[in-house]
């Protein structure tokens, strides 16, 4: 009936009306979404627009956010366990400015997914670093941003 991509996008923009309203407010979407990768989309509009009409780096920083922590929040809530998720910390490099909708890559679902796992069975906080691209494909095949977060994990206690 409905594609994964069009049901994570519909999961994603509920977590943000219910849980983070300047998630939903920005409105990304999930074009691609599997055990290996995500990818995100946010569209450059009136909302997500600077005074040089590219994106906003608050913007920007989103996109990361959910790229790397959607994979997450699906491997826990297929889990039953509840699992809190944080970034512990984002560094961003600007590359050049986005002048069009952007595309937020990450491709270590995988590892994320067995990061998940650990922090159920070993009931200890774990970390991983997990690496995003900003793409504008209309624009250039070159990132114009590329994010470090610390993702964090921990199996909350009964």
Same mark, same amino acid.
């Not at 994990?153 to 009964?158: I, M, R, T, V, Y």
């Given at each position: 009936?409905?594609s ?11 977590f943000?009306?219910?849980?983070i309203?300047l ?15 995500? @990818? /995100? ?6 909302? !997500?627009?600077?005074?040089l009409?590219? #994106?906003?780096f608050g913007?920007? $920083?989103?996109?990361?956010?959910c790229a790397?922590?959607l ?6 809530q297929?889990?039953g366990?509840?699992?809190s ?5 984002m560094?961003?490099?600007?590359l050049?400015?986005a002048?069009?909708?952007?595309f937020?890559?990450?491709?270590q679902?995988?590892? @994320? /997914?067995e990061?998940v796992?650990t922090?159920? !069975?070993?009931q200890e906080?774990?970390q #991983?670093?997990?690496?995003?691209k $900003? ?17 964090s ?6």
């Open positions: 009936m409905f994964k991509a069009t049901l994570a996008t519909l999961y994603l923009r509920y943000g009306i219910s849980k309203p998630l939903f407010f920005v409105r990304p979407s999930v074009e691609e979404l599997s055990q290996d990768q995500v @990818i /995100i989309k946010i569209p450059l509009k009136r909302r !997500t627009k600077n005074h009409k590219s #994106m906003y913007a920007l $920083a989103i996109g990361a956010d790397a922590g994979i997450a929040m699906q491997a826990i297929r889990s366990e509840r699992v998720l944080v970034f512990k910390d560094n961003a490099r600007f050049q400015r002048e069009g909708d952007v937020f890559h990450c491709t679902g995988k590892q @994320i /997914i990061l796992d922090a159920i !069975t070993s906080r774990v #991983m670093l997990v690496k995003v $900003a793409f504008i494909p209309k624009m250039s095949e070159d990132p114009v941003a590329e994010f470090d977060l610390t993702l994990l921990k199996k909350k206690s009964e």
